[in-house]
Each structure stands twice: as structure tokens, then as C-alpha cells.
């Protein structure tokens, strides 16, 4: 199994900080990475796929990019509709995610 | 737009099996452009990819090493939908299960179901 590792567990950040997830393979996925993002409740919701293209209706203040083991996922400028976890996910090998970033308020 | 609509029990006795259905608006579960997936989150698992169904030409389906043997997943073209059996189930099969159609990644996801395996 390719295992997913991302970094940090929870981020304390303001609004308007620029942040940055990242996530790690265990094993080369080439650009096969999504990024999703979760709500309390909810279905996670796509974000970003193959790496860094990004989902229709997302802002552009997300951004994805990387490629073999080592991925990040950036916000530009945080806002108040972004605190959520995120997750990021591989598929190149079967499918495995992360074990979420959760972006909390400080 | 897509609609994924799931259905099912939310207790389930261990050792038996967990049945859940996800019925399809706006796509085909014969679709030759995406595949039906099965997903599940718990606290101590997170996020988990089950397995899966697709159809090119004929059906296929690919399903987690860890669960081969208790998992099926089985399209319902004259219904839209597709299914998931899980047997045997344990209470650590206890998780939020959701189902997904997948094109360049999980693009849409039903409204979740809690299933909780307990006597």
C-alpha cells in the first residue's frame, strides 16, 4: 500500500495568513495526488486533482503542486469559510488518503 | 449535477453483513468515464477506500486488500445504482461509510451514512 503521510496534524492560522499542507508518499505517485476539504458533517469536497488543477468552482486562492513523493497544498490568503480539515489523497496505486490537517482558528 | 442518494441500515448485529445502496442522478453507473466507489471514515481509520465498480465494455470491480473476501460491490444498470455487501462485520467495520463517483478523483460523494455494528 502507498501510505500518506501529511504535515501538520492541526495548524493554528488568521484570517488572511498564507498557509501551507503538505503530504508525502510513501513510494512515487507521479502527479496522481487530490486535495479535498472537510466539514464537520459533511462529505469531504474536491479541491485540487492531479496535483494541481484545480477543481471547477474552487477560488483561486487554493493552489496544489508537486509531483512523485512530496506534495503541498497552499492558501493564499485564509478565509473565514476555509477553517475545515483537508486530506490529501493518492491514485496510483489503489487509493489511500491522508490523515487530515485540521485548520483551526487561532 | 450529479446526485448520489445512499440507503441503508444503521445498526448492523456483528457477524452479519452491512448492506448499503447508492442510487445515481444525473451520471450512469454504466459510464465508461467514471467508476463507483465505496468509502468509509472512523476515528481510528480515517479516511478508507473500500473498493470500487466500473464498466468498460464488460463490469470490473477492485476492492482494499485488507477487505478482500468479506466486500462485493455489485451495479444495478436497471436501477442507476450500485450496492455494497460487507460481511462479517466486526464493531471495528463501525464508521461513516459514503459513496463517490470517481473521474480524474472522488468529484462527487453521497450524504454519508453511520453505520454502527453492535449487538
Known amino acids: 500500500d502507498v501510505q500518506m503521510t501529511q504535515s501538520p496534524s492541526t495548524l493554528s492560522a488568521s484570517v488572511g495568513d498564507r498557509v501551507t499542507i503538505t503530504c508525502r508518499a510513501s513510494q512515487s505517485i507521479s502527479g496522481w495526488l487530490a486535495w479535498y476539504q472537510q466539514k464537520p458533517g459533511k462529505a469531504p469536497n474536491l479541491l485540487i486533482y492531479?496535483?494541481?488543477t484545480l477543481e471547477g468552482g474552487v477560488p483561486s486562492r487554493f493552489s496544489g503542486s508537486g509531483s512523485g513523493t512530496e506534495f503541498t497544498l497552499t492558501i493564499s490568503s485564509l478565509q473565514p469559510d476555509d477553517f475545515a480539515t483537508y486530506y490529501c489523497?493518492?491514485?496510483?496505486?489503489?487509493?489511500?488518503f491522508g490523515q487530515g490537517t485540521k485548520v483551526e482558528i487561532k | 449535477q450529479v446526485h448520489l442518494q445512499q440507503s441503508g441500515p444503521g445498526l448492523v448485529k456483528p457477524s452479519q453483513t452491512l448492506s448499503l445502496t447508492c442510487v445515481i442522478s444525473g451520471d450512469s453507473v454504466s459510464s465508461i468515464s467514471a467508476t463507483w466507489t465505496w468509502i468509509r471514515q472512523s476515528p481510528s481509520r480515517g479516511l478508507e477506500w473500500l473498493g470500487r465498480t466500473y464498466y468498460k465494455s464488460k463490469w470490473y470491480n477492485d476492492y482494499a486488500l485488507s477487505l478482500k473476501g468479506r466486500i462485493t460491490i455489485i451495479p444495478d444498470a436497471s436501477k442507476n445504482q450500485f450496492s455494497l455487501q460487507l460481511m462479517s462485520v466486526t464493531p471495528q467495520d463501525t464508521a461513516v461509510y459514503y459513496c463517490a463517483r470517481e473521474t480524474d478523483a472522488f468529484d462527487f460523494w453521497g450524504q454519508g451514512a453511520m453505520v454502527t455494528v453492535s449487538s
Open positions: 492531479k496535483a494541481s
Open positions: 489523497q493518492q491514485y496510483s496505486n489503489y487509493r489511500t
